[in-house]
């Protein structure tokens, strides 16, 4: 199985939902939620999309690079490359029904972990998703990260004692999903979360606590404030606020701020491996990817998703080559011009 194969397959099953564009920028499926797209016009999907790609690698090949270390920790476990996979939720209504939400969530785990690596899963209105998703942490003896949406404390704590009974590596919360549609489509009241509420989540459990969605220093201050772990840049794939930043353009003045008193993470329209150099020369320690790996499940279900990874992975390896980084952890700005 190769990628040619991988695509023709998911596109088929998407039924319209994701026409797997020669370019994943937002336009063809701009205004598709629930579906593939990018809230409103899909301006903060193709921000994303096209201001990581503004970004240039300068190439340098003076120097001795010949086999770059790709390997990382985060949360205590050792990743082959700085890049997770997303949590992603929705398959009936977001991916046209091609997997079921137990099969995808089987799909990113096991796929991630035969990579090398590890997925977040998500959660979503249908609470059997949630299940799901620790389930498959459980059986790979935790080697996977749970997020819950931003519901009320109570139903959030509730599901972090759920994914500590399954042995996760960390646990968190999408609070970007605050608005999400998809929620509301099931019933399922999320909203934002004040500086106190978040302190509660956090000192709730001994595990790593992720606030996902965080687009500004100050609210990045606020999360190391509240005792959060890690944080992950992202405008939740342009699908809940239209018009917002790119987290490529946020990254920089996040990292500055507390990157040396939490992990900083990215995520956002990585569709190679340039994109994961490119996020960690701008502060970033890993990346998360999401909609390729939809398209890694449908189209190849578990092996789909580790071929996704191990691409990506082989990409960040030439690119580290072609631009005299040596490793992962220090990866210096100067790659990038700015």
């Known amino acids: 199985m190769d990628m040619k194969e991988i695509k023709t397959i998911a596109k088929e099953k998407m039924n319209g939902l994701c026409a797997l564009c020669r370019n994943c920028d937002g336009v063809y499926c701009a205004g598709q939620v629930p579906g593939m797209g990018g809230a409103g016009s899909g301006l903060s999907f193709q921000r994303a999309y096209q201001k990581l790609r503004d970004i240039p690698l300068v190439m340098r090949t003076i120097h001795d690079v010949t086999e770059p270390v790709l390997k990382t920790e985060l949360f205590g476990l050792e990743l082959s490359f700085p890049c997770l996979g997303a ?40 609470p059997a998703c949630f299940e799901f998703a620790v389930k498959t942490i459980r059986e790979t003896g935790g080697k996977g990260i749970a997020i819950i949406k ?8 509730k599901r972090i004692r759920i994914a500590e009974q399954a042995g996760a590596a960390a646990v968190g919360m999408d609070i970007d999903g605050a608005g999400l549609v998809t929620m509301k489509l099931f019933g399922q009241p999320v909203g934002p979360k004040s500086l106190a509420e ?9 595990l790593p606590f992720i606030v996902k969605g965080i687009l500004s220093a100050d609210e990045a201050k606020l ?11 992202s405008n939740h794939g342009g699908r809940v606020l239209n018009g917002t930043l790119a987290p490529c353009e946020a990254l920089p003045e996040i990292a500055d701020a507390v990157g040396d008193k939490m992990t900083v993470l990215a995520d956002g329209c990585v569709r190679e491996g340039g994109d994961i150099l490119k996020y960690l020369a701008l502060g970033a320690k ?18 789909g998703v580790q071929l996704i990874f191990e691409t990506l992975k082989n ?5 580290m080559i072609l631009t005299g980084t040596a490793d992962v952890s220090r990866v210096d700005k100067k790659i990038l011009r700015l």
């Open 87 to 126: 949590p992603i939720t929705g398959t009936k209504i977001n991916m046209g029904g091609g997997v079921t939400e137990e099969e995808y969530c089987t799909d990113v785990i096991t796929g991630a972990v035969a990579a090398g690596t590890v997925s977040m899963v998500g959660d979503t209105g249908d």
């Open 150 to 157: 931003p519901r009320s404390n109570e139903e959030i704590l």
């Open 198 to 206: 978040l302190k509660a989540l956090t000192s709730s459990t001994k």
């Open 223 to 233: 999360c190391a404030e509240a005792g959060a772990a890690a944080i992950v840049v």
């Open 286 to 303: 890993a990346v998360l990817v999401g909609r390729p790996l939809i398209w890694g499940s449908l189209g190849g279900r578990k092996e």
């Open 315 to 319: 990409q960040l390896s030439q690119s």
